[in-house]
Each structure stands twice: as structure tokens, then as C-alpha cells.
């Protein structure tokens, strides 16, 4: 299927390029490994070497991924994974976000009592099915990718195993989860009896060439596949899991589920829709009739997770609804991408920025926690800024980021994905966005309230408590990070460009004729 | 347009953001550093003033092009530029900021006791983010200083404000940012139909926007949509009735800074907005609303004026009156001849003026008696005359008598209306009336007749820094009374400009192809 035409000899059958290409994953696989050996070591008294085994490893994932967003896409595998400038990205983000929380979780666990060092190994292997799926072209790979994400991740969510709710929060994302993913599962299945293949672009290809635009085995396969994604990044109607595992999970978790998982889910989406919007693989009716859906999602998303948002007392769920909503708002990116002159790069850079703020607002929140991850209702929150105003401040940024108000990345961010939602058409939808981040902007102010505007409450867990140095580091980096890219987003917006340009199916989606 | 090599305007509006992050180090342990933070906010407002008087000096009165423009790319890829301008409308405003803020800082001098450094700090922040949005000649980098604008004024009501300061300051932010928001969908579709019209990519400046060509006829036309879109935003500003229920709120309770501030600046950019924005982009629509707003800004005046009449505390009147002399903003900006836009610009100057000394002598009593209840007060001009001087002055300019500059504005504004509508025109000189009856009812209340109550009598009349405060105050008010010559002749290029697109000839010509705009050479 490659062109041969390179000069060294290839080694475990692949070429000099394929194996660049697979390095970080080498580095993640072998990290996640020797972390497993140290720990049997470690079993008892846990030291540093395994987090910081774990994020060498991420590191060097990140190290050997850089130099590769300029290189020309390359088919893996016989075509199962594609590395691209988009896989590239997207494995930087993933590596980064997951590298944060390791580093500051560590403090958090300690704190907790839960210092496990399978913790960290988990991590790494979730994001390894992260960037497994990031670069998945074929539905077998996403599942793969997807599963070795998912089970890590379950595991993760019951971590506090003494605890009740951790547990629930487990058993019910696990259970839930799983028939996600048989849903998705048997899509693929429907699709591979559509059309011959589980690689979605010669999928998409075989589709068009044998006329199948109204083929309801196909169109059945695809909105399976569609229900799995939609449940994973968990848009209305399929979010009831998440506010009761966001706030089961330990902090960390949670912040890795918001930022690492989220955008490997939207991301691979973000593959598969392209390369059937891009063929165009669909008849205009149906292709119609999927937009309808993901219009009716977007809106439902928007419009439930906010609003459901406002009723919250504990910043944890709090801040799983505003993920709700955030998803809506990347629904209506995806929705608009196809017929917006920028394509699929204003989604991309909102879930940049979304990973990015929200990972910091999460390092705030573990350092918050108190034992059982206590010390999360808003009530503990107030007069934090006479305590701890850097810490106040951190988390101040990241709310008004995520609300949207300039001159925080989450503007620019909204401002972008708008914009190109404008372009596409979908002018109400975005009437119906903006209005939704207005509701939202109500509860992120609450939160700002409790900081800064109320005085602290006598007894209050935060009296005496000293935050960790670790999570203060990372959040400030996201602030710095946010603020940089909300005053002068210009080289971001440049650089991000390029990526989904050439990136799913190696193919710049389809221009839009003008309105 | 070429960038320009003046880098003044840039100055002008990130020094006071720049002195604020330096006076933020400074530490304030100690009573002297605490001292020391407040002069050097003081210092930094002053300044920032010097340097808008050096704007004024190169500013040619002759010309309706944006001054000493600064063009620099900034967000290439969505055609968002970092352009600053300044011209006759927004160049008094802009004098208005810097001269307002000073005396802002100065008056809070002592009022305010806790995390001191901060609260300068966010004035001199807001400061910056006003001064922006006078300036910006981009639609994005508005939009930007428009909405963090925000973020300091809702901790200023927040955090120093009255009892009820949070639900205020909550209100205060929701209400601008939902308006705002809509506005932002329809900068969007602007921007695009730049694209889609003219072939040459996305554009946020403002001169390319304006001759982006909208379909209009209709009252749910795209051209009165994006009216209603931008008209709202600005006026929740202004506030126009019927969205100004956040004003009463955030007035009350914020600290006097605040009030003097959101009064004296932030009404006006609702003002300001409909100047810049919404009269060159919506020709068609702005004629097809003219009679609804007219009404709206009558109507805001009367009802302004009635609810402040039935008030009883002090601060809550001054906030209503500010929807009624908002109102006759509304009223001379919508009467689109220059009489009535000139009259709507020299007001909101005005209003500034006039209404910021009455918050300001609001605070200075309630600072020592801590009550605003009228009944509280009785015969206070025996125990404090030189208050009772600036009280009356400033009040009679609040309540247009000749002579003041409240006179020349709410004049201008009505011979303007008089000659669009004759009807409108007899009714709001009615809500002149209005006014001078519930200002000077609250004068005779709280001034005059016998000094009541034992804590009146021992009031102390006013301080040096006191004095200081309300001086330039005074002195603008007689001169912008007495030689409003001075003032029209900067401005008077500008508005004519900004009335191309409604003048006689325009209007007989077409009705959907716009002939001019400003700033279009």
C-alpha cells in the first residue's frame, strides 16, 4: 500500500518514517511497563521513581512527536492508523494533559491516602488509547483505542475504593460505558456489512462508488457509531452518567476525563465525520438528516448543560455540567465545519483551549480537595482570596475563560468557533450559543463570588491547609497559557491550521460554496 | 490604511493598565506604603490625563478621519487588526475618562479601607479598558475592551459595594454580557459579508465594515435584525427604558467610585456605541426604528423622571435621573440632524459631569452619616455651606438651567427633535420640568429649613481634598455652559461625517444603496 522508496532497510517491516512515527507510542508503551516493574518494588512504600518514570515517558512522547507535525501524512499498519499533522496534535495534547495531572496528583494522593502507583500506570495507558485513537482510521482500531482509554479509566474512577460514591461513580460508568461501546460496536458491524471494510475512508469511498448515499444498513451503522461518540463526549441525550462519575471520581480523574478523554473522543469524531462528510459518502438527505441530529444535540447540550449547571452547589459537578456544555459548543464547531471556510480548525482550537483551562481549574480543585475530596461545596470556597489569593486568582482566570470574557483564551476561542459556525449558516444555532454562554457566564461568577466577595467561614477545611506546589505550578502554566493565547492567539491559530488542513482522510474538507 | 509611526494613542490607553501592575508591587504593610499606593494611583490617573491633553493638542478639528491612527496586524487569519483612532465624538469621551478618573481616586481616598492596593488597581484597569473601547477601530479589539470592561467594574460592585453588592454586581454583568453577546453574532455576520461581498478576506476594521451592503425593507429585515442586535447592547448601556432595571441596582450599591464611574463613562459608551456602530452600519434601519427609539427615549425621560421623584434615598434619584437624562441622549442621537446629534454628544459630556458631582456629594454625606434616607437629613446647608454651594451647582446643571452646560445639551437635543418631531419634542421638555422639580424637591428636603436631628448638627463641612475634588467639577460646568463654542468646534466635523449617510441627498437618492460613510476617503 506504501510507496517504497526509502532507502534504509526497514526494520520489523516497517520504514525509517513508520517508525518515527510510532516512537511515541514506544515511549508511552515502555513507560507504562517499567512503571509496572518499579511498582512491584514500590508495592509498599511508595516513592517518586514511578510518576516520574511516568512523565519522563510522556516527555519523550512529546519530545519525538514535535518534530513530526511537519512531515507528510504516513499510513500505518496497513492503513489501520494514519499519522498526520492532525494525529500529531492530537498526541501532544493528549501527552500534555496527562503528564499535568500525573504531576499534580501525586500530592493529591498522598493527601488522599490512595498513593497506589497503578494510579500513574493507568494514566499512561489511557492516554496511549488515546493517541491510538487519535490517529485510528479503521473502526476496529477506534475500538481498540477506545477500550484501552475506556477500562483504564473505569478503573480510575473507583480509585477512592473506600469510598461509596467513587465506587458507584465506577460501576456506573463502567456498566453504561460498555453498552456505549457495544452500540458502537455493532455500528461498525453494520457499517462493515454495508460496505465490505471497517476503514472508514475506503468505507466512505466504496459507499460512493456503489451508490449507497440511501443505504439504511449504512446510515444505521454510522448513527450507532455516531450514539457511541455522542455518549462518550456525553451530549444530551446521552450524559446522564456524567455529573454523578465527575463528581465520584477523584479530582484528578475527573480533570483528566474533562481535558485527556474528551478530546481524544472529539477528536477521533472529529476523523471519522470528516471523512464521511468530505467523500461525500452520504446522499444530501441523509447527510441532512444526520446534521438535524447533531443540530438537535448541539442545542440540547448547550441549553441542559448550562442550566442544569446553575443549580449546582459543588464545584466538581458544577464543573461536569459546564463540561456538558462545553460539549454543545464543539457540536455546533463540528456541525458548522464542513461549510466553513476554516473547516474543522475552530473546533480544534476550542478543544485546545477547553484542555488547557480546564486542565488548570482542575489542578486548583485537587489542591482544594481535602481527605475524601471533601471541601468541593461552594460554601467552602468563600474568602479563599484572603487565604490564598494566587490560588483565588488561578481559579478566577480559568472561570472567566470559561465563561468566555475577553481577554482569556476561552473568548478568542468561542469567538473562532462562532465565527465559523456563522459562516456555515447556522446563524440560530449560534444565537442560541451565545445566549447559553450567557447563562453559564452566571455560574462561573458564583464561583468568583465565593472567592473573592464573601468572607471565609469559621471552621471552614481550608483554615490550615497549604496548597501544593505541583498543582500551583501546573495551573499557573495554564494561566499563563491562557492568557497568551487570549491576547495574541494569532501563531496558535497559525500553527493549528495546518494540522486538519491535510489531516482526516488527507484531504482539505470540502470548501463551501458562499451563501 | 498605512500604519501609522505615532504610537500615542497606544500609550494613552495601556498606560494606566501598566502603572496599575507597577503600583501592584508595591508592598503595603505599613501606613506609609498604604499612603503610597493611593498617590501612586493618583499620579498614574494624572499622567494618563497629560497624555490625552497631548491627544487633544494633535488632534485636527478640521478632519473626520480616524487621528493618529495605529493599524498593526494582530489576528491575521480572522482579518483582526490592532487599530486604534480617535475622532471628534470619541475624543471628548475619551478626555472625559481621564478626567474623571483622578477625581475618582482622590475621592475614594479615604472611604475606602480594605485591599486598598486592589481597588486602585482595578480603576486604573478599568480605566484602560474604557479608554479602549473609545478608541478601538476594530470591531474585535472593541468587543474586547467592551466586555473586560466587565471584570473590573463587577469587582469594584462586588467586593466594595453596599449590602445587596453582589446581587447587583451579578446583575450588572449578566445584563451587559447578554446584550453584548448578540451583538458579537451580528459583528460575525458582518465580518462575513465583508468577505462574501467584497471577495478580499475577513475584515474587522471598521471603515471596511461600514460598506458592507445589508438587504433591508421590513421590520424582521437582516439590516433590522442586526439593528435590533447592536441597538440592544448599546441600549442596556445607555440604559434606554425598558432594559435599564440593572442601573438602579448597580448604582446604589456600588462604592461612589463606582457609581461616578459607571455614570460619568460607562452610560456613555451605550451613547457612544450607537454613534460609531449602529448610525453608519444600518442606514435603512435606523430610519425604520427612529419613531420606536423616540418614543423609547421619551418615555425613558418621563419615567425616568417620575420614579426619581417618588425616591427616598438620595443615591437612588441620582440613579434615576440618569435614565432620564440618558434618555435625551437616545432622543438627539435618533432626531439624525447634526443640532440633535451635537446636543446628544455635548449631553453625554454633560451628564457626565453633572451627574458624577452628584454621586459624588452623595458619597460625601453618606460618608458621615451613613444613611442616604432623605428623611435622615434636614438643614444641612447651615452646617455645611461650602457643600451646600457645590450642591447647588452641580444640581442646577443636572437640572439644565441656563447658564450651566446641562442647558446647552438638553437645548440642542430638543431644537433637533423639534425638528423631526414637534410631538416627541413637547414631551420630553415636559421631563425638563420633571427634572428640575424632583432635584430641586430633594435639595429643599435634605438642605433646607431647620437643621433636624443632633448627628446633623455636628456635621463637618467640607475637606481640602474634598474641595479638590469638586473643583474641576465646578469649573467645567460653568465653562462648558458659558463657551460651549470651544467644545462644538472639535466635534463638529466628526458628526457631520457621521450624518452623511442621512442627509437630504442621500436619502432622496436610495434608500438601499449607502452613499457615504465616515471616514471613507
Redo the contacts between chains.
Sequence with gaps: MEPITLTPPPAFGLTAQQLAWLTPYFFVLGGSCLALLLSVYEATKPSISVPATIILAFLGGIATTLPLIEQPPTLLFGGMLIADGFTAYANILFLISAAAVTFFSRRYLLNQDLEHTEFYTLIALSALGMMIMAASTDLVMIFLGLELMSISVYVLVGFRRNDRRSNEAGIKYYILGSAASAVMLYGAALFFGATGTTNVQVGAIRAIQMGMGQNALLIAGLLCILIGFLFKIASVPFHMWMPDVYEGAPAPVTGFMTTGLKAAVFITLLRVFSSMVSVPALSPQAMEAFQNVLWVSAALTMFLGNVAALQQTNIKRMLAYSSIAHSGYLLVGLLAGPQSHDGFSAVLFYVVIYTIMNLGAFAVVSAIAQKGDTGLELNDLSGLSAKHPGLAFLLAVFLFSMAGIPPTAGFTAKYYLFYSAIQAGQVWLVVLAVLCSAIGAYYYLRVIVQLYMREAIAGSPLQNWKPSRAAVTTALAAVILVLQLGIYPAPALKMLRLGPAEAPAGGAPAEAPGH | MASSTSCLLSWLVFLPLLWALVGLCIPTNTASGLKLSKLSALIGSLVTFAVSICVYQQFDPASAQAQLAENH??????GVGYRLGIDGISLWLVLLTTFLTPIVILSSWESVEKKVKAYYALILALETAMLGTFLAMDA?LF???W??M??PM??LV??WGGKE??YA??KL??YT??GS??M??AI??L??QY??QTGLGYSMYLPDLYMVKIPSGGYLAPQSLLFLAFTIAFAIKVPLFPLHTWLPDAHVQAPTAGSVILAGVLLKMGGYGLIRFVLPLFPDAVRLYQTPMLVLGTVAITYGALIAWVQTDVKKLVAYSSVSHMGYVVLGIFALNPTGMTGAVYQMLCHGISTSGLFLLVGMIYDRRHTREMSDFGGISKVMPLFAIAFMIILLSSAALPGTNGFIGEFMILLGLWQTSQVLAAFAALGVILGAVYLLFMFQKVMLGPVTGDENKRLKDLSLREVAVLVPLLIAVFWMGFNPGFWFKKMQTSIDASLVPYSQSAVASSNAEKVGTPWNP
Excluded at chain 2, 496586524?73 to 480572522?78: D, E, K, R, T, V
Design positions: 496586524a494582530w489576528i491575521p487569519s480572522l474585535f468587543y474586547t475592551f466586555e473586560a466587565l471584570i463587577y469587582f462586588g467586593i453588592r453582589i454586581a451579578m454583568f449578566l454580557m447578554a453577546l448578540l458579537l453574532v460575525f455576520y465580518a462575513y468577505k462574501l
